[in-house]
């Protein structure tokens, strides 16, 4: 299957692969990390820091995006870009993770999903041409179509009706985009829960459709590793070759190369971001707690190995200190590390790719980073 995918380098010992594809705003060069914006705003960070750590891409939310700032004020604006100031390429997933994270506000139906605001408790009905249309006002370079998956864990029957309105939701999304597309692209979601045959299932009804990139949904939600990996590896690999492969919502750097070397293209989470703001940062020599009391007196770097501005500007004693006095500041260096640290090792793995050094560079970084800090 063609489509706009282009391989550059592939793994001789997996299935790991380094490439490109075109944007309206942009070359996107992978394995490639999307730090998550949802409310346009990559959180402790501005534009001009993101553009200088090297995000290629970023990722907004149309749920949060769509109740607020609102359909009215994009329009005016134009696009998500220009509201935001950020001029590189975006992706907007669709709501569709919100239908589980925010379940006790959702009902979901056969032609879309009811949502309750989490705000202010108005109602909203979200349909696959709706989600499509309000995606098409943003003008994101990349649109997720509506999904629905059962959560975890779920019964096998909750999974192939989550997943069969996937599929339908699909086939009305891409009938809905294709005649009004304006450069954009739209991805489907492969989901199915934990089910080999479902998974299957639900990917040949996307190819039967077909997009212009294959994403994997539902998981890293409270899976065991073991799950996630079986998951992974039976279907990434049946993804078409041509085209990107996006596995969402999970950003462990050991996930990152279990799927990398199954062939996976993309990711996005909020771990790196998120664990900034609460003191874990990623270090090349495993997780380390800022807020530790060892850390006190400590003149050294938070890492030897990384060359971001808070390495090279700060030692753990005082980010230890902003943390524990809960300056503001200490959000926004966690925050540079950790982004740091994360499109790093994804630079560091497209070189190892195009190298075919990947396994080597795999091996040796997952024995580093057990030994811990």
Known sequence: MSGIFQQQAR?????????????????IETPVFMPV?????????????????????????TYHLFLRPGA??????????AFSGWHRPILTDSGGFQIFSLKENTKVKDDGVQFKSHLDGSSHFFTPESVVDYQLLLNSDIQMVLDYFAGYPAA??????????????????????????????????VQGG????????????????GFDGYAIGGLS??????????????IAPMLPIGHPHYLMGSGTPQELLYAVEQGVDMFDCVMPTRNARNGSLFTWNGKLAIKNERFKRDEGPLDESCGCYTCRTHSRAYLRHLFISKEI?????????????????MRQMRYSIVSDKFIDFKNRFLIRYAKGV
């Open 11 to 27: 793994c001789s010992q997996s299935l790991a692969r380094a490439g490109y594809f075109e944007t309206a705003h942009g070359r």
């Open 37 to 61: 914006g949802t409310a346009a705003s990559v959180k402790g960070m501005t534009v001009d820091r993101l553009e200088e750590l090297g995000a290629q891409i970023i990722l907004g939310n």
């Open 72 to 81: 009215e004020v994009i329009r005016q604006f134009g696009s998500l870009h």
């Open 156 to 189: 096998r029957a909750a999974d192939e009706k989550a997943m069969a309105i996937t599929s339908a939701w699909a086939s009305r999304a891409r009938a809905h985009f294709l005649p009004q597309r304006k450069g954009q692209l739209q991805f489907a979601i």
């Open 194 to 209: 934990l089910h080999h045959d479902l998974r299957q299932r639900s990917l040949n009804d996307l190819l039967n459709i």
């Open 221 to 234: 939600v409270g899976e065991k590793r073991a799950e996630f990996e079986d998951v992974v590896g039976f």
């Open 329 to 345: 500041s200490s959000a926004v260096l966690n925050t540079i590390h950790n982004l740091h640290f994360f499109l790093d090792f």
